[in-house]
DNA sequence: CTGTTAGCGCCTTCAA
DNA sequence: TTGAAGGCGCTAACAG
């Protein structure tokens, strides 16, 4: 077991050198004669050294450390990017800190500063809405800055976010092309991109295919559990509600099944949804046709690339958006089960 | 913005005084003049001063962050418990250095080692097996160590877990007094403390019933989709299996089910589950009629407080394990749905 | 009440 | 190829 408390200098005393040679060889200085790096190793090994990474940091202001911020921690969605993150990070040394800014711009700005004032070498998020200019971390200090999954405006960064209107688009006209002509629309606050963006995939499907929007069944909520409850059950007490559906998230899809199976059951018996987001669940909600898969794992590793190379100095000064594609999922077992 | 460039020198210059007063300003030291306490406040603000987190710990060999390990971020336990972690220790001006172990002792030995090497103020962690000689982390230095969900043997560390046994039992209790009286069992590997106590609870309450195990549908897999998958494959393969299940947690449950949905349809008119774990889509999937809720809210509370106590050196010197009650929750629309 | 001084453990010129 | 010395930014005696 690593022994915090010994010290370089320990090593040095050790192995009869000093100090700027075990630094050196710690950090593979070319220069150290070969005899005296197999001693100052045996010293290492002996004696159980552990670098301080702390006082390594005061140094050479680098910390290894990416700092990760969510509007929420508790989503599958973000748990996911953060394994995939770790995996990629963590192979290089890196260590993940994360924070939730609970939805709240207030929040997300005290932990912005509390990541600055951490000395993180980068910082990945999932901004809370789409104002971005408390995103300018630290005048003097700029550090890398990539948005993931939602893309916040007035502030220059690199990016990662699937292909939200065209997943939503490809989902809309599967339904349409299994014969809806009504679909009803649930989804989730514009300012928010992603919202936003699959929206817009729902509308240019149904415009395409000489469907009109019924602003009856077109709604926006929250993105929740709640809000996919509340807006299903509002649809369905008007009358003449769609049979089909495009639902904007996985939340929301949990929420609006829930109602259907609680309150809603006399009218539930032809619903179809086709919903963003596939789950290790999703196949098994009741009236899940399509899903749309996001390329989560490859979201997280690319953010994470995208990090290292511009801790590395590549990537030059432009910033880069890299939208990935969604792939739709086609369930259902037996017809309704 | 803050700017990181901005040291305690260019406060003391500004404000004409040490940086040893300013130190003071800032750690809220009672003997400061309040005339010179304005001044520096007023030049911290006007140069946008933040303390610089890393050097003050390499001083005070306190990083203010708590690591957390877990066998795998991508879980919806996990990162609720994150969550209400995070929430508690935020508010205390502590960071999380979230790591994953991906369920090896190898891995999670290392990860141990880089968060000792950072100097982690304490570690909660979800053990990835029952095996904790390693989790002496270091020598010389002992920090805080919670357990949390699972235990791990051979180290002294407090821990927060659930009422594994209490909950399997009164979930098969609950399954018995519907009725049946043969119930088979989806569980998990028995080195990992969860999966062996809410074995015990099934077994408990059958031999209570004056039931008998069943061999054949007594299954033992890895707490994973794919592990349900099979183990319900397994058993309805025998001739003769029973209807009802109690399923060792929310993975197995969603395998479980989506073997009876793809592969087992012909089998499934009557079969009802018990699982543990209550998820945001338990009530929505077709077997599940009971389920059982860990406080996971609490849980991750009770951990950041533990963790709290230890840090101002409250608790003594004895190793306190919590165990939190669950509770069952019925579901069932409208009988089979 | 405030300033001076001396490190925390490491890296990095500059000399040798 | 190696060592000595200084300093990263902050805190904590110890004086005054």
């Known amino acids: 077991m690593p022994n915090v408390f010994v010290t370089m200098r320990d090593v040095a005393l050790a192995s009869g050198?000093?100090?700027?040679?075990?630094?050196?060889?710690?950090?593979?200085?070319?220069?150290?004669?070969?005899?005296?790096?197999?001693?100052?190793?045996?010293?290492?090994?002996?004696?159980?050294?552990?670098?301080?990474?702390?006082?390594?940091?005061?140094?050479?202001?680098?910390?290894?450390?990416?700092?990760?911020?969510?509007?929420?921690?508790?989503?599958?969605?973000?748990?996911?990017?953060?394994?995939?993150?770790?995996?990629?990070?963590?192979a290089h040394g890196y260590s993940l800190i994360v924070c939730s800014s609970r939805e709240s711009l207030e929040q997300e700005k005290k932990r912005l500063q509390l990541l600055a004032a951490r000395l993180v070498d980068a910082v990945v998020i999932i901004p809370s809405s789409d104002r971005g200019e408390h995103f300018n971390i630290a005048r003097g200090k700029d550090i890398p800055l990539v948005f993931i999954d939602r893309?916040?405006?007035g502030v220059q960064a690199d990016a990662v976010v699937s292909d939200n209107e065209g997943g939503a688009?490809?989902?809309?006209?599967?339904?349409?092309?299994?014969?809806?002509?009504?679909?009803?629309f649930l989804g989730?606050?514009?300012?928010?991109?992603?919202?936003?963006?699959?929206?817009?995939?729902?509308?240019?499907?149904?415009?395409t295919a000489g469907l009109s929007l019924e602003p009856d069944f077109v709604r926006f909520g929250s993105l929740h559990i709640e809000s996919g409850y509340k807006q299903m059950a509002e649809m369905l007490a008007k009358p003449d509600?769609?049979?089909?559906?495009?639902?904007?998230?996985?939340?929301?899809?949990?929420?609006?099944?829930?109602?259907?199976?609680?309150?809603?059951?006399?009218?539930?018996?032809?619903?179809?949804?086709?919903?963003?987001?596939?789950?290790e669940y999703s196949p098994l909600l009741?009236?899940?046709?399509?899903?749309?898969?996001?390329?989560?794992?490859?979201?997280?590793?690319t953010a994470a690339r995208i990090v290292l190379d511009r801790l590395k100095g590549i990537g030059g000064t432009e910033r880069h958006t890299v939208r990935l594609a969604t792939s739709l999922i086609r369930h259902g077992f037996d017809g309704p089960i």
Chains 1, 2 share one sequence.
């Open 17 to 90: 050198v000093s100090t700027a040679t075990v630094s050196r060889v710690l950090n593979d200085d070319a220069r150290v004669k070969d005899e005296t790096r197999v001693h100052v190793k045996a010293a290492i090994d002996k004696l159980g050294y552990k670098p301080n990474q702390v006082a390594r940091s005061l140094k050479t202001r680098a910390t290894k450390t990416v700092g990760v911020v969510a509007p929420e921690l508790a989503s599958v969605f973000f748990m996911q990017l953060s394994e995939s993150m770790e995996n990629e990070l963590a």
């Open 151 to 153: 893309i916040a405006l």
């Open 169 to 184: 688009r490809s989902a809309t006209e599967a339904l349409i092309a299994d014969g809806y002509k009504r679909i009803g």
């Open 188 to 207: 989730g606050d514009l300012r928010v991109s992603i919202a936003r963006e699959r929206y817009e995939g729902y509308r240019k499907a149904m415009e």
């Open 241 to 279: 509600a769609p049979e089909a559906y495009f639902i904007v998230n996985a939340d929301t899809h949990v929420g609006a099944t829930n109602y259907l199976l609680t309150e809603g059951r006399a009218l539930r018996e032809k619903i179809v949804f086709a919903s963003f987001d596939e789950m």
């Open 286 to 301: 009741r009236f899940c046709r399509y899903s749309v898969r996001q390329p989560v794992e490859e979201m997280g590793r």
